[in-house]
C-alpha cells in the first residue's frame, strides 16, 4: 500500500467498536450468490477471509458452516475481531503478502477491503493460496444511489469532505481494480439489493466509521453529523432511518488446470475513498 491508503486502512483501528457496532451486515441472499457463482456450498469449505475487520463478514461464513480463517492487519480490528469471535482463528497479515500456504483454500474473500491492497500483489497471492478451481470472491456495500435521500446525504458529505460526489461510489473503483481479472479468469457478477432499519444514531455513527471521516479529525466530523441529524430529521422524523445498498459483488475462478494464470496485473492500486 501507499502511505496515504495505508493511513486511512489504518485509520480503523481507533474506532473498532463503533465500526462493530454500527456497520451494516449482508443480507442472506449475498451469500446464496456466493454460493451460485462459485458452484460450490460454503458448508465444509475451507475459506479465507482478507480483511476480516471485526469479524461482520466472517460470521456470516460461519454460520453457513465454513472452515474460516481470517487475516487482519490492525491491532483494534483484530482485538475486537477476537471479542465478537473467539473461537475463529484470526493471523495477522494482508492481502498483499498472506499468511498462507499454496493452494489452501477453496474460497478468498474480501468484503469492503479489496481497494485497500496493491492488485500487482494479492492479485498473485490470492491465486497462490487458491487451490485449483477455488474462488476469490469481491464484494462491497455501497449506498443505493437510486436512493433521493441517499443520493443528497452523498452530495453533503462530498461537499464537507471537498470530494467529488462519485469518489463515494464504490462500484466505478471496483471494476477498475479487478480490471486484470476480468481478461485471466473466469470472472461473474451479481448484485444484491438490500435494506435495513435503523434508529438515527445508529445511521450517523456508521457514517462516522468511514475512513474519510476517521481521518478528517474528530471536530469536523462532529460538525457533520450534527448537521446531518437536522436534515435526516426533516426526511425521518421519527427518528428511524432506513438505509438502502446494493452490494457489489465480483467473483473470480482460478482454473482447474495446476498453472497459475498470468494476470497481467500492471494498473496499480485502487487508492480512491473507501469504507
Same mark, same amino acid.
Given at each position: 500500500?501507499?502511505?496515504?491508503?495505508?493511513? =486511512?486502512?489504518?485509520?480503523?483501528?481507533?474506532?473498532?467498536?463503533?465500526?462493530?457496532?454500527?456497520?451494516?451486515?449482508?443480507?442472506?441472499?449475498?451469500?446464496?450468490?456466493?454460493?451460485?457463482?462459485?458452484?460450490?456450498?460454503?458448508?465444509?469449505?475451507?475459506?479465507?477471509?482478507?480483511?476480516?475487520?471485526?469479524?461482520?463478514?466472517?460470521?456470516?461464513?460461519?454460520?453457513?458452516?465454513?472452515?474460516?480463517?481470517?487475516?487482519?492487519?490492525?491491532?483494534? &480490528?483484530?482485538?475486537?475481531?477476537?471479542?465478537?469471535?473467539?473461537?475463529?482463528?484470526?493471523?495477522?497479515?494482508?492481502?498483499?503478502?498472506?499468511?498462507?500456504?499454496?493452494?489452501?483454500?477453496?474460497?478468498?474473500?474480501?468484503?469492503?477491503?479489496?481497494?485497500?491492497?496493491?492488485?500487482?500483489? +494479492?492479485?498473485?497471492?490470492?491465486?497462490?493460496?487458491?487451490?485449483?478451481?477455488?474462488?476469490?470472491?469481491?464484494?462491497?456495500?455501497?449506498?443505493?444511489?437510486?436512493?433521493?435521500?441517499?443520493?443528497?446525504? +452523498?452530495?453533503?458529505?462530498?461537499?464537507?469532505?471537498? &470530494?467529488?460526489?462519485?469518489? =463515494?461510489? #464504490?462500484?466505478?473503483?471496483?471494476?477498475? +481494480?479487478?480490471?486484470?481479472?476480468?481478461?485471466?479468469?473466469?470472472?461473474? =457478477?451479481?448484485?444484491?439489493?438490500?435494506?435495513?432499519?435503523?434508529?438515527?444514531?445508529?445511521?450517523?455513527?456508521?457514517?462516522?466509521?468511514?475512513?474519510?471521516?476517521?481521518?478528517?479529525?474528530?471536530? =469536523?466530523?462532529?460538525?457533520?453529523?450534527?448537521?446531518?441529524?437536522?436534515?435526516?430529521?426533516?426526511?425521518?422524523?421519527?427518528?428511524?432511518?432506513?438505509?438502502?445498498?446494493?452490494?457489489?459483488?465480483?467473483?473470480?475462478?482460478?482454473?482447474?488446470?495446476?498453472? #497459475?494464470?498470468?494476470?497481467?496485473?500492471?494498473?496499480?492500486?485502487?487508492?480512491?475513498?473507501?469504507?
Amino acid at each position: 500500500m501507499t502511505s496515504a491508503p495505508s493511513h =486511512r486502512a489504518h485509520s480503523f483501528n481507533a474506532a473498532a467498536a463503533q465500526y462493530a457496532a454500527n456497520r451494516p451486515s449482508y443480507p442472506p441472499a449475498l451469500l446464496d450468490s456466493v454460493e451460485r457463482l462459485t458452484g460450490r456450498r460454503l458448508a465444509g469449505a475451507r475459506v479465507v477471509d482478507v480483511g476480516a475487520g471485526t469479524g461482520i463478514a466472517t460470521a456470516l461464513l460461519v454460520e453457513r458452516g465454513a472452515d474460516v480463517v481470517a487475516v487482519e492487519p490492525g491491532d483494534g &480490528m483484530a482485538e475486537q475481531f477476537r471479542r465478537t469471535l473467539a473461537h475463529v482463528p484470526v493471523v495477522r497479515g494482508d492481502g498483499n503478502a498472506l499468511p498462507l500456504a499454496d493452494g489452501t483454500a477453496d474460497l478468498i474473500t474480501y468484503a469492503q477491503a479489496w481497494h485497500w491492497t496493491d492488485q500487482e500483489r +494479492s492479485v498473485p497471492e490470492a491465486l497462490r493460496v487458491l487451490r485449483p478451481g477455488g474462488a476469490l470472491a469481491l464484494w462491497w456495500n455501497i449506498t443505493d444511489p437510486d436512493t433521493p435521500w441517499l443520493a443528497a446525504q +452523498s452530495a453533503r458529505i462530498a461537499r464537507h469532505l471537498g &470530494m467529488d460526489d462519485g469518489a =463515494r461510489h #464504490t462500484a466505478d473503483r471496483t471494476r477498475h +481494480s479487478v480490471g486484470a481479472l476480468t481478461t485471466a479468469l473466469d470472472f461473474r =457478477r451479481d448484485q444484491v439489493r438490500w435494506s435495513r432499519r435503523v434508529p438515527l444514531d445508529t445511521h450517523l455513527a456508521n457514517i462516522g466509521t468511514h475512513s474519510a471521516f476517521l481521518v478528517i479529525g474528530a471536530e =469536523r466530523t462532529a460538525e457533520f453529523v450534527a448537521q446531518e441529524r437536522a436534515e435526516l430529521l426533516k426526511v425521518f422524523p421519527d427518528g428511524v432511518v432506513e438505509e438502502s445498498y446494493v452490494v457489489d459483488l465480483l467473483v473470480a475462478i482460478r482454473p482447474a488446470s495446476d498453472a #497459475t494464470p498470468d494476470t497481467g496485473t500492471g494498473t496499480g492500486s485502487d487508492t480512491g475513498s473507501a469504507s
